[in-house]
T-cell receptor
């Protein structure tokens, strides 16, 4: 089955700097890669996703890149703000298999004012 | 109202007691999932259901059971609660395999 590894497990950045979280996956058939943000006391929320037919996707200050050959994908947050402090999860799925998402272990991001 | 509602939000129970966590959704999704989250750890899948007649074990199903009463309702039961089942439990739903999940707000369960 699919295995997703996520690094780093914790990330501390100064407000205004960029943050990058990296994930690798094992199943070359995986073709959908969502990212979730979990704020304290809440459930994870989808913030951005990418499919295997594109290499990069942006939404305001967040972007995701995908390298299918190397089987890794990354989340980039620019101009970080205190409200970006949260736990972030990456995930992967091979949609043709009709199965379920496999999540990475999570990254706790702290943005220091 | 929230798309995915979990009840209760918090629960303290004693070792050996049976407890049920409930999840209901208004998304109209066929697929529903139960996850467990422990401090410092990620999301671990307990059970999932792709339609009312379909129930599948996840990676940590021992000590848990589920019931899919309707498309909108998916309940998780702990038959005989033990302290190491103290955790945050999340229900999630999805439509197609290539869609993201919608999570509930979670149930914080403490077994004493």
């Amino acid at each position: 089955g699919e295995n997703v590894e996520q690094h780093p497990s914790t990330l501390s950045v100064q407000e205004g700097d960029s943050a990058v979280i990296k994930c690798t996956y094992s199943d070359s058939a995986s073709n959908y890669f969502p990212w979730y943000k979990q704020e304290l006391g809440k459930g994870p929320q989808l913030i951005i996703d990418i499919r295997s037919n594109v290499g990069e996707k942006k939404d305001q200050r967040i972007a995701v890149t995908l390298n299918k050959t190397a089987k890794h994908f990354s989340l980039h947050i620019t101009e970080t703000q205190p409200e970006d402090s949260a736990v972030y999860f990456c995930a992967a799925i091979a949609t043709a298999a009709g199965n379920k998402l496999t999540f990475g272990g999570g990254t706790r991001v702290l943005v220091k004012p | 109202d929230a798309d995915v509602t979990q009840t209760p939000r918090n629960r303290i129970t004693k070792t050996g007691k049976r407890i049920m966590l409930e999840c209901s959704q208004t998304k109209g999704h066929d697929r529903m999932y139960w996850y467990r989250q422990d401090p410092g750890l990620g999301l671990r899948l307990i059970y999932y259901s792709f339609d009312v007649k379909d129930i599948n074990k996840g990676e940590i199903s021992d000590g848990y059971s589920v019931s899919r009463q309707a498309q909108a309702k998916f309940s998780l039961s702990l038959e005989s609660a033990i302290p190491n089942q103290t955790a945050l439990y999340f229900c999630a739903t999805s439509d197609l395999p290539g869609d993201g999940y919608t999570f509930g707000s979670g149930t914080r369960l403490t077994v004493v």
